[in-house]
């Protein structure tokens, strides 16, 4: 049995027991048990290769492997970590919208499966990281309008989403969002994030700044979002105005 074969070998015993000891008992015969009258012993001797009906596995092999194999399996539960979007029957064009952006967004890597954006960037997933800025206008519960826009990356990492995409709560602006403006109040508040700086002093009104690579987001509906990035108005009834912005920002490879 070439060294392959063996460890195919041995990922079959470890799988198979959750024990060391469970693998040796198995190897045991009632007729071993018979004449050595003694199970410790008898592992013993299948331990060594002396007794057996099948493949010989030293303890710190079935370990070893055991432990590789756990270790694998917690890192796959933890990169397949259920989306709060998941299994939601959406019905919302902006809803919809989120769902699609909330994996790239909260691991901030492209996947490129954003409805519209193939079209414009043919980005490498490997060397590309994805964000989106929502821009949301609508009533309050106080029957105030509101807007502002939302790094929707920063978001998801403070908020659980859950609430949105089972429609218990609507998603709002708030004042500790990038921006937020009460049009009846007249209150406007601008916050840098993790992800971008504001530009709020600006003649050409307001932008934002990617920190990762420095690109400016201009969220003007007259003149191009920017580089790597793209402007989507959103058809909704669940808002008034809803735009989604999606920026690319290639890694340095």
Known sequence: MDQEE???AVDNIVTQF?????????????????????????????ELGYRGTGEVVKREDFEARKAAIEIARLAERTQKKTLTSA???????????????EEDNHNGKVSLNQQGFNAVHTLKKQRAESSTVIFIRDKN???????????????????DFEVYFSGKRRLLPK???????????????????PNYQVIADNLEGLLFKYKRDRKILNVDPKVPPGDNSTRIP????????AVIFDHISRRKT
Do not use: C
């Not at 008992?25 to 592992?43: M, N």
């Not at 299994?87 to 952006?101: H, I, M, P, S, T």
């Not at 105030?144 to 790094?151: A, K, T």
């Open 175 to 193: 004042p500790t969002d990038m921006s937020f403006y009460n049009w009846d109040s007249h209150i406007a508040v601008w916050n840098s994030t």
């Open 18 to 46: 959750n024990t060391y000891e469970d693998f040796l008992d198995s190897q045991i015969t009632s007729v071993d048990l018979y004449y050595l009258e003694d199970e410790g012993l008898a592992r013993q001797l299948v």
């Open 87 to 101: 299994g939601k029957d959406l019905q919302d064009n902006f809803l919809k919208a989120l769902a699609v952006r």
């Open 6 to 8: 063996r460890l195919t």
């Open 141 to 159: 519960s106080h029957g105030q309008e509101v807007s502002g826009y939302i790094d929707y990356a920063h978001r998801l990492k403070i908020e």
């Open 234 to 241: 959103i058809q909704t009834d669940l808002y008034i105005q």
